[in-house]
């Protein structure tokens, strides 16, 4: 098996090539196909092509978003490593993730809940547009819908694409029930790459506006 | 569809137990079963069963090398980020990625070579044991090959788990050609969380010993 000769700043470009050519008859609607391809291009995995639900208007939502600066918050500081910081820079947005600050630590411990609920409480005190991320704890997206349904913090956006086993699947479908702006991955799939890769296709998408 | 009730200490237990039912007649040799476990936990993509790859005696190295207070080196601060730190503390082991790093960009630049592959020409000089996670770049697994053929530069293991559509599923084929002791993800699947997850396996495997 050759390998093939591709120039680096070409990698990408021909990935995406390669995806579309897999991809074949299975059309997207034009606003959500570069979040689409690109969690795909993060995966490997054409699951994302039937798994991924966009609530309508979502991605509008979240440009205008972007375009007031909004502050990214990710439920890992691996998907808060994964978003592109010039991309952030250029639209004035920034990235927080609160999963290892000290005060989260010890509300999760005093409340017996998960350093992700208490991070969505403590994002909650932001007072600015935020663009919520999930991609490892259903119990922040559950917490959200708590939030939401009780109109203490309702993000611009919440980008729903936990991983796992426990109540991630439930997690998911709670969220997309509260009518809230939303991208998730429905199912099981999902992880702090693809959480990254979302945010940083609507950052790739305000770049071209 | 009701949310199952387990305590927040219980969430990943409970996800291995869901794993281990899902698997059913799958078995899997005892020394590889928590790694193949936790890529399946970090992705819920039950393709991970099939497609990882040990080299005989890789696990074994491993833990060989983690005593020995060996770096990893990962090809993303993703993957960085997402090792457990005092887990890596409880071995004296450390964790680089240079990917960032000004010089690997220069070198990169007037080589006309990707970051990934000046990246591991500096893990090169480290003199010190190294464990390579390569959980993104092709290029990083062609030239740790380069390196291994020509005796210039050979880590205790390398993990080749990169994702993606061009020369992914080569680099991963050659780096297993080396007879190196490797860890890879056969196929175009893997990624930063799957490089991750394999090195805190590993680790956790070490604190058992």
Request: contains cysteine; proline residues 4%; glycine residues 8%.
């Amino acid at each position: 098996m050759e390998l093939e000769y591709v120039l680096p700043k070409d990698i990408e470009r021909r990935s995406f090539e390669i995806i579309e050519a897999e991809l074949g008859d299975r059309k997207l609607p034009e606003d959500i196909r570069p979040i689409v391809m690109r969690a795909i291009h993060t995966t490997a995995d054409f699951d994302y092509y039937d798994n991924m639900y966009f609530s309508e208007g979502a991605v509008k939502k979240a440009l205008s978003a972007i375009k007031s600066g909004a502050v990214f918050v990710t439920d890992t500081n691996m998907a808060k490593s994964g978003i592109n910081k010039p991309a952030l820079a250029r639209h004035g947005c920034s990235v927080e993730c609160f999963m290892a600050d000290r005060d989260v630590a010890e509300a999760a411990a005093s409340n017996g809940t998960t350093r992700a609920t208490a991070s969505v409480d403590k994002a909650a005190q932001l007072g600015k547009p935020v663009i919520y991320a999930v991609g490892n704890a259903p119990t922040a997206l559950v917490r959200l819908y708590e939030h939401i349904t009780a109109g203490t913090f309702v993000p611009e956006l919440v980008i729903g694409v936990p991983v796992g086993f426990v109540n991630v699947v439930q997690s998911k479908e709670l969220i997309i029930s509260s009518g809230i702006p939303c991208i998730a991955a429905r199912g099981r799939k999902g992880g702090s790459n693809v959480a990254a890769a979302v945010c940083n296709a609507l950052l790739y998408i305000a770049d071209k506006e």
